[in-house]
């Protein structure tokens, strides 16, 4: 804080006015003391801005991407009620006779949406119709299953994006980790019970690592794009796998015909968290703790802050001695462990009776959304595939009890995404300062303007 | 065009960058703004050409208040402005940039782009200068890159045009065309605005002066006034213009480059055969027209060229083949040309960028853990030392102005245990203050026994600095001679004439 620019009416008394022709230099003091009095000038100011520096605070909350995301979910929820009210039957009716009774299709609108929302939350939180605490808070067991291996992938992404790398191969890591985990599993016989679960953790954990270290590597050292590796690594991820399925004596439960694995042993499963009541297994805090570390990695160690120099400005890093190709694959390396932990927690926690290969069910790429949702910073990652999980656990319940279609929940997911995307628009609906004082996001403002000038 | 601003007022959260600047711009008239590192200059520019929304007052051109959105609405309204940092698409072509904002089709959504070559050419020609219009941007030299920005506030045929620093990128022979073509345009009647830290370009051009310190116009100057008075009104302090420093005391570190050649990835040979020595206790001040080498010269030193050939011997030891961690390691101080490309990161804090290139261990990483609090604490000791004008280490360098991100980059460079210091354009928009302090501490270093290195286009500052100067020309030293070579040698050594004696005043 060595000079803030004239905030204080003292400042002008020191300066000559306008008309003053003199050399300023030969009638002010000192450099030393003018550095002096500015900090006194400065210290005299701050106590009378206290005010200003909680509006400051305040500001800067509401312009962040925490008010964006907030507000994203709530204009898509708003969408989503739109829409439910419009499927409803009870609403149709009742809006078929608008006219000589509008307070029933008020009262079928609030039934809908009311209905719907209250079933979502039932479940994916609390189920308030169980009889009991244990059984009632079973749905939110549920929910953070289903956030398990989103959050892990979602940080796999969200690693990767930081360093300035797009990983769109969940889908092929994920599959491989499974592969690889689920073979230790079933494979590797007459280990005792915490040994064979490590093994099977660290095996697949290693084939998502190596598995998106191909892609970190051919970036490396070819220049290929990492999003057409990561896609293609997919599909070769995927028949590789179908294929150890179809085929007896390599991943194929013996006996059967169908492409699906034997079942996970006990000794390599990863045990229930509260208990066989829930199915909310260790997984969840295997994914906790790899939010921690990659919080860690990103914000306070030394690797961290090369994969962001590379990911912000490649030659800055370079030309101050960091090692970008190295960056690049060992940034791939971590991005991929921590996805193979999402494909480790499925087939080690969640489908322990054998798997296909749909064994990644969409997470790899749910992982992407889940990682723009949360702005690619670790906490936030937590808490978007929290709420996605919680979208999958709730939206079949209200399936079930409201009988609104599941896709309905998958268009509020997919609209948070796009309003997310689209930060202006939800800041000038909620009417949230735009990010004025910044000028990179100025400066594309005004690529637009000259564009369409 | 008469261009007004009346009392604008630009604040950046607590910051005031602007306080009530009035300011009055008459048609024919070259307006100098002069004013120290973050003294608003820029900021009151880009309210003027619509990227900033004023907090307060107000636009006037021709007496008429204005009201623009962005830079679109400025542009129609026939301002052209050429920014500080270059705002150009770097993938794009010099004639497809120029064209931005304005495209011209035939057919439905065909571009003209024949069109926009021949404005590029029609421009240049004009002002008589040479640029490629199907040179992609993102290859050329800063220098013409620079060009292509002054062809686009051109090519619009805008009334007032705003100039921000054009001439920290240029060499003395390009800034004498530009300012050329300013007095054209000044007698075609156009209003213009002119920023600028180098005093001789102030009185060569400027027929007012306005000052501006801590975001408010303090005065007027006159161009005809001394040095050394427009100096101490820039930035509020009696500056010593000169450089000061004893004889060269010679020690044994010593710097070694000898049959050094680079050549670009598609063969062309940038750097051919060069060999010198530079004495620990001396500065080697490499002079030359931009272009001619230097640049990927001291990039070579670094390591950023594995390729190169030949050999750098420091204190004995190779470095040539070595990566730039390990160069880096050696104690090699590095100023990158490019600050904003090659120097910081500009979403990075502060305090982020002083240890940008110092996470491979102690003090600041220990068991791969960032030391922050170290960190932060060398963060504010350095902003004090090197008088970097911010409201925070936690600032994003970005959003400095110009000069103190220059000085960042210093401030991390020289602050490490250096054995040899290579410094390009160390002063590049830096203001006539700062200029001062880095020049003592560039002689602090040589006078520590330290090899240094300073690549300048800025003949004055070469003379003032160096105990050799080297000039390069197409890739090759034409001669290497003491600091006190006549001025015509040295502007003949530019163009590649070689000296009658070659000095080895080593
Ligand atoms: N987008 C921004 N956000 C926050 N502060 C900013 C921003 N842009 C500029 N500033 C601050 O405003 C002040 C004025 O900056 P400005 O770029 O106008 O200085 P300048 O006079 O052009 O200096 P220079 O000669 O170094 O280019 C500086 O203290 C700078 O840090
Ligand atoms: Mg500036």
Not at chain 1, 66 to 77: C, N, Q, R, T
Not at chain 1, 339 to 350: K, P, S
Not at chain 2, 486 to 503: H, S
């Amino acid at each position: 804080m060595s000079a803030r620019p004239g905030q204080d009416p003292a400042d002008s008394a020191e300066q000559p006015p306008a008309d003053d022709r003199e050399p300023v230099g030969t009638t002010e003091p000192g450099r030393a003391e003018e550095i002096e009095q500015e900090k006194a000038r400065e210290g005299a100011a701050d106590d009378g801005e206290t005010d200003d520096r909680w509006q400051e605070a305040f500001r800067r909350i509401i312009s962040g991407g925490w008010a964006v995301a907030l507000g994203a979910i709530l204009l898509a929820v708003i969408a989503g009620s739109l829409m439910i009210i419009v499927t409803d039957e009870a609403v149709q009716e009742a809006a078929g006779y608008f006219f000589s009774r509008p307070g029933d299709t008020f009262a079928a609108v609030g039934e809908a949406v009311g209905g719907a929302y209250s079933a979502l939350f039932q479940g994916a939180v609390y189920n308030f119709r169980a009889d009991t605490f244990a059984a009632g808070i079973r749905p939110l067991t549920q929910t953070l299953n289903n956030a398990t291996p989103l959050i892990a992938a979602g940080l796999g992404v969200a690693i990767a994006f930081r360093a300035g790398l797009l990983n769109i191969g969940g889908q092929g890591q994920m599959l491989m980790s499974a592969t690889a985990a689920g073979w230790v599993g079933f494979g590797v016989t007459g280990l005792p019970f915490p040994l064979h679960l490590i093994l099977a953790l660290v095996a697949g954990i290693l084939a998502g690592a190596l598995w998106a270290g191909i892609a970190g590597l051919l970036k490396a050292r070819t220049g290929a794009h990492e999003v057409i590796v990561t896609i293609m690594l997919n599909y070769v991820a995927l028949y590789l796998l179908s294929y150890f399925l179809a085929t007896p004596g390599l991943m194929q439960a013996p006996g059967s015909a169908n492409p699906k694995t034997p079942p996970t042993p006990e000794s390599a499963q990863l045990p229930p968290l509260l208990g066989e009541r829930y199915t909310l297994h260790w997984g969840f805090v295997l994914a906790l703790v790899a939010v921690a570390v990659v919080w860690w990695i990103l914000n306070r160690s030394a690797v961290g802050f090369s994969y962001r120099a590379v990911g912000e400005n490649p030659r800055a890093a370079r030309v101050a001695g960091i090692d970008v190709s190295r960056s690049t694959v060992s940034v791939m390396l971590v991005a991929g462990a921590l996805v193979g932990l999402a494909g480790v927690t499925q087939v080690l926690g969640t489908v322990t009776t054998g798997f296909g290969s749909d064994i990644d069910a969409g997470i790899g790429f749910d992982a992407i959304t889940v990682a723009l949702l949360g702005n690619s910073n670790p906490l936030g990652v937590l808490g978007a595939g929290i709420l996605f999980g919680a979208f999958k656990a709730g939206g079949s319940a209200m399936q079930a009890a409201e009988g609104i279609p599941i896709e309905i929940v998958l268009v509020v997911q997919s609209l948070i995404v796009l309003f997310i995307a689209a930060p202006p628009l939800v800041r000038a609906i909620f009417r949230l300062p735009q990010p004025g004082s910044a000028p990179k996001k100025k400066r594309s403002k005004a690529a637009r303007k000259e564009v369409s000038a | 065009m008469r261009l007004e601003l009346r009392g604008i007022t630009k604040r950046f959260g607590a910051l005031v960058a602007n306080d009530h600047i009035d300011l009055v711009v008459e048609p024919g008239e070259i307006h100098c703004l002069l004013g120290e590192n973050g003294a608003g200059k820029s900021t009151l520019m880009n309210v003027l050409y619509g990227l900033y929304d004023a907090d307060e007052g107000e636009i006037l051109l021709d007496g008429e208040v204005q009201d623009f959105e962005g830079p679109g609405d400025a542009m129609n309204a026939g301002i052209g402005m050429v920014h500080q940092h270059f705002m150009l698409v770097p993938v794009f072509s010099v004639a497809e940039n120029v064209m931005l904002g304005h495209e011209t089709t035939h057919g439905p959504g065909i571009l003209d782009l024949s069109a926009a070559r021949e404005t590029v050419r029609s421009t240049a020609d004009r002002f008589g200068f040479h640029v490629d219009p199907d040179a992609v941007v993102e290859d050329l030299p800063v220098g013409v890159q620079q060009r292509v920005e002054i062809i686009k506030a051109l090519s619009r045929d805008a009334q007032v045009l705003v100039f921000d620093e054009p001439t920290a990128v240029l060499t003395p022979q390009e800034t004498d065309e530009l300012m050329a073509i300013m007095r054209q345009l000044k007698d075609e009647g156009k209003a213009i605005v002119f920023i600028t830290h180098k005093l001789r370009e102030v009185r060569e051009v400027a027929d007012r002066i306005t000052v501006v310190r801590h975001g408010k116009v303090v005065g007027e100057a006159d161009p005809t006034a001394p040095d050394n008075e427009l100096a101490s009104l820039m930035v509020g302090r009696a500056v010593q213009l000169t450089v000061d420093k004893q004889a060269a005391r010679h020690t044994d570190n010593e710097l070694a480059v000898s049959h050094l050649q680079v050549a670009t990835p598609n063969g062309q040979v940038v750097v051919d055969d060069v060999s010198f020595t530079v004495r620990g206790g001396e500065i080697l001040v490499i002079a030359g027209v931009q272009g001619n080498g230097q640049t990927e010269l001291t990039e070579a030193l670094i390591g950023l060229h594995p390729d190169a050939r030949g050999s750098i011997l420091l204190d004995g030891s190779e470095l040539r083949g070595r990566s730039v961690r390990k160069v880096l390691d050696a104690g090699v101080g590095f100023v990158p040309e490019d600050r904003s490309t090659d120097g910081l990161v500009g979403e990075f804090s502060i305090a982020e960028n002083l240890i940008l290139d110092r996470t491979d261990g102690a003090p600041f990483v220990r068991a791969g853990s960032l030391q922050l609090g170290l960190r932060d604490e060398f963060a504010r000791e350095k902003v004090d030392e090197f008088d970097v004008r911010t409201t925070g280490i936690d600032l994003p360098v970005g959003r400095l102005s110009g000069g103190n991100q220059q000085k960042v980059v210093l401030a991390r460079e020289m602050s490490r245990e250096l054995r040899l210091l290579v410094a390009a354009q160390p002063t590049r928009g830096v203001d006539v203050g700062s200029i001062e302090f880095i020049h003592q501490r560039i002689v602090e270093t040589r006078d520590a026994g330290i090899p240094v290195i300073v690549v300048s286009t800025e003949l004055d500052e070469a003379v003032a600095l160096a105990d050799r100067i080297m000039v390069m020309y197409r890739g090759r030293v034409v001669g290497i001679v003491p600091a006190d070579t006549p001025r015509d040698v040295l502007g003949l050594m530019m163009a590649g004439v070689a000296p009658e004696t070659e000095g080895d005043a080593a």
